[in-house]
């Protein structure tokens, strides 16, 4: 494998569209999980569970554990959108083990994408949580002229959420290229590994600062109380 073939390349094209590989394979990704949850569905039983029933059990407690050690309680309307977060993203860092297959997240538009959908998940949840009026309003707290500087905290967030998903899984990409063309035989294998279990590290990663993000809009019950009795200016 050569180095320019770590990066996206085009596969083909449609109209005047170009498709990379890196789509191709999210493609090919979603149809796995969607059809993976629709036979996991109708398979699923209370008695005698198979090995993969457990598995999946086991990755939906740690998150209803996750949001537990978060926020302190559960909040079981976030555990099918974190566990659809954290399967893909995790999926998608191992997929380039495969032969020919690569990583979608080895492209930054790929985890900009990913970065969006958990801004968006932001708003979502706190909108649903405090109120359209109350949630907009923690946006000049605790004074007004700190409204810029909130805003390009949120941008910001996406931004280093994006770059640090590609870097890390870019930079495994590459180092991996590189030692196989020097030492094809033996290297490549450890490499690998280590970039399996960088992998799994930046899926949980990515995931956990969703998770805090949401709970940052949310806010917590003492932040309610104190916008519900805000002197109106009207």
């Known amino acids: 494998m050569g180095i320019e073939e770590v990066f996206p390349q085009v596969r083909f094209w449609v109209g005047a569209v170009p498709i990379r590989d890196t789509v191709l394979h999210t493609w090919i990704l979603m ?19 198979k090995t993969w029933q457990l598995a999946v059990e086991y990755i ?7 949001i537990r ?9 976030l555990v099918p959108y974190l566990t659809t977060m954290i399967s ?3 999926l998608a860092n191992l997929l380039s083990t495969f032969p020919l297959l690569s990583s979608p ?8 994408a990913l970065s969006v959908v958990s801004f968006g998940s932001w708003h ?18 605790p004074m007004v002229f700190l409204l810029p500087l909130n805003i390009l905290g949120l ?21 991996g290229a590189v030692m196989f063309m020097l030492v094809p035989l033996l290297i490549p294998l450890p490499l690998s590994a280590l970039g399996m279990i960088t992998g799994v590290l ?11 993000f949401v709970v940052d809009a949310i806010g917590s019950e003492e932040d309610e109380a104190a916008v519900a009795h805000v002197p109106s200016t009207t």
Not at 202 to 212: D, E, I, N, R, S
């Open 60 to 66: 939906v407690d740690y998150i209803e554990n996750l």
């Open 105 to 112: 997240t080895r492209d930054l538009n790929t985890t900009l």
């Open 124 to 141: 979502y949840y706190g909108i649903q949580k405090r109120g359209l009026g109350p949630y907009l309003h923690s946006f000049i707290e």
């Open 155 to 175: 941008v910001s967030r996406v931004v280093s959420m994006a770059l640090r998903l590609f870097g890390n899984v870019i930079a495994g990409e590459m180092i």
């Open 69 to 77: 050690d978060t926020t302190g309680h559960a909040m079981p309307e």
């Open 31 to 49: 149809v796995v999980l969607v059809a993976g949850a629709v036979w996991a569905h109708r398979r699923f039983q209370v008695w005698d569970p």
């Open 202 to 212: 930046q899926a949980l990663v990515f995931t956990v600062l969703t998770l805090v």
């Open 88 to 90: 893909y993203i995790l």
